[in-house]
């Protein structure tokens, strides 16, 4: 099936211009990390909103055979958030995903990635905030939904993750910012336990993460963040990142990027190291493309990780990142690129192809993953959004191999 697609769309053609911030090859951008005010206060007592989705997930495992499972469910985040009185307001959500049995597998051959740890449906209050706002600050605390190099949402199958904690953002001058956060519990597809039950960040007995950040826009596009994590009994973590974007012509505009990592292991937990990445998108036209590096040096008996979410990293795939390589490969030095190719607008206005090869490796290849993607997103209008991701996986040296293929449908309200 991931054939299929990849040959029509080679096949494609390309016409107009859309938002730059679609798709995977973007992902990384530091617009990620940008404060949105999503959760605006309601005019009305209580003002309802809500994203209804329907999502159909479907993997061949090729490590014994041909082993097949799949799954379809609707649910979404449905919530309500109050009128505002001196700048606060309530904010709830409830994540939710039901199963729909005609069009999911059965015992084996029943995904698991959108249920529960029992592999039931499931619906919990994913948000529950109080939320203050002026102009220029922000603070939420409770029940949050956060997006940080090391700690964010990655909202990849029918919920986001989101933590306990507390949450505050200020605006120091026009182009300088500071974020401060405490988080203590996650729920989602990323937390330890299951993804519809708060479990502890690290470890039971830690009380999580604090940190801050500052990021200077020196430009439009253009800005270097700082931010640092203490994470108990895990690690500090120092992450840098700088972005620069240029136009150099008309049609031409490039995107660069830079960022590196230190973590400093914290009661013999073993997570330890460093990384430095470099990223870059040519624009042509609708014509995009792509790469990305990351080297991580590793301690002996050490290793690197992700954080709480999908990880800071350029070269993360949709499956594969350089942190879940070293994980596996403890004590050797890591590497990765990915390199991909996109046209924006193929045949539909906001519509985004993207086709994608990553290489993720252990210094002594005892991990060695290739793996190939494909997104189609398509921002339909205010309201609906469709996205399809397939990828192809192969670890080398064990042969542990699948191809996937997610397809979710969004309306928002």
Request: charged share 20%; glycine share 8%; net charge negative.
């Amino acid at each position: 099936m991931i054939n299929i697609i990849f040959t029509i769309l080679l096949l494609s053609d390309v016409n107009a211009s859309v938002d730059p911030e679609q798709g995977l090859l973007h992902s990384k951008s530091s617009k990620r990390y940008e404060v949105d005010s999503i959760k605006k206060e309601s005019e009305d007592i209580l003002g309802v909103f809500g994203k209804l989705r329907t999502a159909y997930i479907y993997i061949d495992e090729h490590t014994l055979g041909h082993d097949t499972n799949y799954a379809t469910s609707i649910g979404g985040q449905f919530g309500v958030n109050t009128t505002s009185y001196e700048g606060f307001n309530l904010h709830l959500s409830l994540f939710t995903s039901v199963e729909v049995e005609l069009l999911t597998g059965n015992d084996s051959h029943k995904n698991q990635e959108f249920f529960n740890e029992g592999r039931h449906s499931y619906v919990y209050v994913g948000e529950a905030s109080l939320v203050y706002k002026e102009e220029g600050f922000e603070a939420m605390l409770g029940r949050i939904r956060i997006d940080t190099p090391y700690a964010d949402s990655d909202d990849l199958r029918m919920s986001p993750n989101t933590f306990e904690g507390a949450w505050v953002y200020k605006e120091l001058s026009q182009s300088l910012s500071t974020q401060v956060y405490y988080l203590s519990r996650m729920a989602g597809l990323d937390s330890s336990g299951s993804q519809d039950e708060f479990d502890s960040l690290y470890i039971e007995d830690g009380f999580g993460l604090v940190g801050a950040s500052l990021d200077y826009h020196f430009a439009d596009d253009n800005d270097i963040s700082l931010w640092y994590y203490y994470v108990d009994k895990m690690s500090h973590i120092f992450y840098t990142e700088m972005n620069y974007d240029m136009s150099i012509s008309e049609n031409i505009r490039l995107t660069t990027a830079f960022q590196a990592s230190s973590m400093i292991e914290l009661d013999n937990s073993g997570v330890q190291g460093d990384v430095l990445g470099l990223a870059g998108v040519m624009h042509y036209k609708n014509l995009f493309f792509a790469g990305a590096y990351n080297y991580g040096f590793v301690d002996s008996n050490k290793q690197i990780t992700d954080g709480f979410g999908g990880g800071a990293y350029y070269t993360s795939l949709d499956e594969g990142t350089i942190g879940a390589v070293s994980s596996e490969a403890i004590g050797e030095d890591v590497k990765g690129y990915r390199l991909g190719v996109g046209y924006e607008s193929l045949f539909l206005d906001n519509l985004v192809v993207e086709l994608i090869h990553g290489h993720l490796q252990s210094q002594k290849k005892t991990v060695d993953i290739m793996e190939n993607n494909i997104v189609l997103s398509y921002q339909i209008n205010d309201e609906l959004y469709f996205e399809l991701v397939g990828a192809k996986y192969k670890e080398v040296k064990n042969d542990n191999k699948f191809e996937r293929l997610i397809v979710r449908f969004d309306y928002s309200f």
